[in-house]
């Protein structure tokens, strides 16, 4: 084992003032629910820094899921070693040598946040410099392109080398903006808009809504797959599986085929509405594209958000296609969205959906029948899903309201 820790950057965590302890203890949180399947790792923060003690646990493992934690700008599996000269330079030749290879190059880039200390950073770049060079025979230094770049950071509490810069996933900690609840279907759009507003720092929970047996388990399955991505940045995912068989059979029987799609999307709104009240959410998110489908053209949007007066976040809303699956490959979710098992909006789509549907005809349309009571049927037999990354199906806790 080279390293003993992971040394974290903060990203805009940085700019923050009074607050910023707030926001360093939603990312310990998240960064404390990521690594939950390595018992033996240890999270220490300060307002500077955090560090993950690996205490054994396999350090690149650990590395893999850091990356995806928002928050987090950049990090450096590390080791630390006293404020000794001698020690600090009998620790990067250990160091340098298990990661050396013959022929290849290298330059020192020190950090010195402790004035107090006996050099400052042109002669720890100088002193270690040296070090190596007469110590490793054939070693010859690259200070623009170098194969290896030893880091050598002089704090207040101790020295900390590592010999690479690993890019985080930037953003805010999840958490730290507030509660919102995202319309997850099984489709690409959905845990993209979900991943970006996770970026800024919202709490996201899904809400997917299920028809069976026009849907099936496999449909209800994608599903948790995809939330599973999700629950790998945020640390954990809470998914809302709303049943909706009764009202979509009740739409198409009271609501002409063109209009059924814009009075389904309202159902759905108003249902995740009531889900956000009892969680305590403050916005709804939704994977909408402008002009991508019948239902979100500029007048679809309108007629559809007349339900709610609760915020709702798109952040797709300008993006290409193109782009979005761009994201979604990124993030691990393209494959899995891309499998064969259509979710409700998918199967009860009519052949012709109004693109440019009016406010007072939909609601005409629905005066006829009160679908007040499946309303609220369905949020009391919402089934709730807490997933935690790695966790596997058979696990899953399951909760009714």
Do not use: W
Request: charged share 25%; with cysteine; aromatic share 6%.
């Amino acid at each position: 084992m080279i390293y003993d820790r992971i040394l974290i950057r903060y990203g805009e965590i940085s700019t923050k003032g009074r607050n910023r302890n707030k926001f360093i203890d939603k990312l310990r949180k998240s960064v404390r629910l990521t690594l939950s399947d390595f018992p033996n790792a240890v999270i220490e923060s300060d307002r500077d820094r955090m560090y993950v003690l690996l205490n054994g646990e396999d350090g690149n493992e650990v590395a893999s899921r850091l990356k995806k934690v928002f928050g987090i700008q950049s990090f450096s599996l590390a080791i630390k070693v006293e404020k000794d000269l001698e020690k600090m330079k009998a620790a990067a030749l250990n160091l340098f040598s298990r990661l050396y290879r013959e022929g290849q190059t290298f330059k020192i880039t020190a950090k010195r946040s402790d004035k107090k200390f006996e050099l400052d950073t042109n002669e720890i770049n100088h002193e270690f410099g040296g070090h190596l060079l007469k110590n490793i025979p054939g070693l010859m230094v690259d200070v623009r392109n170098p194969d290896i770049n030893l880091q050598i950071e002089v704090r207040s509490e101790a020295v900390y080398l590592s010999a690479e810069t690993i890019p985080g996933a930037a953003g805010l900690p999840v958490g730290s903006s507030g509660k919102a609840m995202l319309m997850l279907s099984g489709g690409i759009d959905s845990p993209v808009a979900g991943y970006l507003s996770m970026k800024r720092g919202l709490d996201v929970e899904g809400v997917h809504f299920f028809s069976p047996p026009f849907t099936s388990d496999r449909a209800r399955q994608k599903v948790i797959d995809l939330s599973k991505k999700l629950a790998e940045i945020g640390g954990q995912f809470t998914l809302h599986i709303v049943p909706f068989t009764e009202i979509q059979q009740s739409i198409h029987k009271q609501v002409p085929a063109n209009y059924t799609m814009t009075t389904t999307r309202r159902l759905m709104l108003q249902i995740t509405d009531r889900l956000r009240e009892k969680q305590g959410g403050l916005a709804i998110i939704t994977g909408e594209s402008l002009g991508q489908v019948a239902s979100q053209t500029l007048e679809s949007m309108y007629a559809i958000n007349e339900v709610t007066s609760t915020p709702i976040i798109r952040p797709l809303i300008t993006m290409d296609k193109t782009d979005i699956m761009g994201i979604a490959r990124e993030i691990e979710t393209l494959e899995i969205s891309n499998l064969p098992y259509e979710d409700c909006c998918t199967v009860f789509v009519p052949s012709s959906p109004k693109t440019k549907p009016k406010l007072e005809k939909v609601q005409h349309f629905e005066s006829f029948f009160d679908f007040e009571p499946l309303i609220e049927k369905a949020v009391n037999n919402t089934e709730t899903l807490t997933i935690n990354p790695g966790m596997e199906q058979s696990l899953l806790e399951n909760d009714l309201f």
